[in-house]
């Protein structure tokens, strides 16, 4: 989520609003959205107050900072440098005067973020859980959607475990489809919860939307994938999910982050999935996001993975031995061994993307998923070295 501290808020705002510039307006407007619309200078605030004094109810102003003495403190002040672009989502908080901007239109990733709440305690998560009623996220889910304007071609919903909803995650899921009837749904999950047969039969029954669930495994036996999750019971509550899914013929990525722990039986780990968990669709292999827990258990979570390409390599080509789809996520193209540039996706959010300075002279920096944003108070998956492409002579 982008943040962007404004210069003032007003008492009364909505709490979601789809961003529309004043050359989209009359073709774009729509009664039921509340429409924010950046002001850029006087003639522009002229044009908005006619759209005022026509009816239009439903629009609110953000204005550049330099507007101030012209409009009034009583309003939305954004710094100057910070753009919004048309169909942008957002939501204002007026309490710590911040523009969250919740989704984008130009970006390859868009999730709803549904619940902070979760029943694992991952010793890498990225997003530590909390206890608290968080159940305000679900309306704000469905605003969004509300706001959407156009079709995406992927919506992921995450947490927390968003299986902690019940019939509110299906409500999301059948509100998306009945909109958006060829976007796809990836849910992150991890699958525990579906081994309870009312919340398999709310979530999954006649479920007609394409939906992806992405559910981590991170070892082949209890206590290692116990161990990694914190949650006694939960690797047999886990592969119960599977099966269900599997049940109602729903399509799996299973998802591995490669911390020590993982690594350590990586091997084994996929000789499993071979073995026990052939109807899985995809794996992924996935780098540890460094941030939350992961920085708290940094002798479990920072590993270089260069020392680990030999288990890596093994491992990969177990998975290859069947016809389930390997990917590679969160490594850059220079930690990882070439032969495995293939199955390597540019798969960090937009939002927290970004490169070291050194990636500025690699030639496949374009096809690469590059670093989290944060990165620089964590780590990287091993070191940097930018990538030149040899011409062939001949």
């Known amino acids: 989520m982008r943040k962007i501290k404004l210069n003032s808020v007003t008492e009364h705002t909505p709490q979601i609003f789809r961003v529309l510039s004043l050359d989209n307006l009359d073709i774009e407007w729509l009664p039921n959205q509340s429409i924010l619309v950046p002001i850029t200078n006087v003639q522009e605030i002229e044009i908005f107050g006619r759209y005022i004094q026509a009816g239009l109810d ?25 753009v919004l672009k048309s169909n942008d989502v957002v939501n204002v908080d007026p309490y710590k005067k911040n523009l969250n901007v919740l989704l984008r239109a130009s970006d390859t990733h868009h999730t709803l973020f549904l619940t902070n709440r979760c029943n694992n305690y991952c010793i890498m998560c990225s997003q530590p859980p909390t206890k608290h009623d968080d159940s305000w996220l679900v309306q704000q889910a469905l605003e969004i959607i509300d706001h959407l304007s156009y079709e995406p071609m992927n919506i992921g919903l995450t947490g927390g475990e968003p299986l902690l909803l019940d019939e509110q995650l299906r409500l999301i899921i059948d509100t998306i489809h009945n909109k958006f009837p060829s976007t796809e749904i990836d849910v992150l999950t991890n699958g525990r919860l579906f081994s309870n047969p009312k919340i398999a039969e709310s979530v999954l029954s006649n479920l007609e939307t394409k939906v992806n669930w992405l559910v981590p495994l991170y070892g082949h036996a209890d206590l290692l994938h116990d161990f ?38 990586l091997i084994d780990l996929c000789d499993y999935i071979r073995t026990n968990l052939p109807f899985v669709k995809e794996v992924a292999l996935i780098g540890c996001e460094p941030i939350g827990f992961a920085l708290a258990n940094k002798e479990l979570s ?75 108070n964590g780590w990287t998956p091993s070191i940097l070295n930018p990538i030149k492409l040899v011409d062939n002579p001949c």
């Open 58 to 82: 439903n629009l609110y102003s953000i204005y550049s900072s330099d507007l101030l003495e012209r409009v009034g403190a009583n309003n939305l002040f954004m710094p100057q440098q910070q």
């Open 228 to 265: 990694v999750v914190q949650q006694h019971s939960a690797f047999e509550e886990t592969l119960e999910g599977l099966y269900i899914l599997q049940h109602y013929v729903q399509p799996i990525q299973l998802r591995i982050v490669l911390v020590k722990p993982v690594l350590e039986n």
């Open 302 to 376: 920072q590993v270089d993975i260069k020392d680990w390409w030999d288990q890596l390599n093994a491992a990969v080509d177990l998975l290859l031995s069947t016809k389930t789809r390997l990917i590679l996520m969160n490594i850059p193209l220079c930690c990882l061994p070439q032969s495995l540039w293939q199955y390597a996706e540019k798969s960090i959010s937009d939002w927290k993307n970004t490169y070291d300075k050194v990636c500025e002279s690699c030639d496949l920096k374009k096809k690469c998923c590059g670093l989290f944003t944060w990165y620089q």
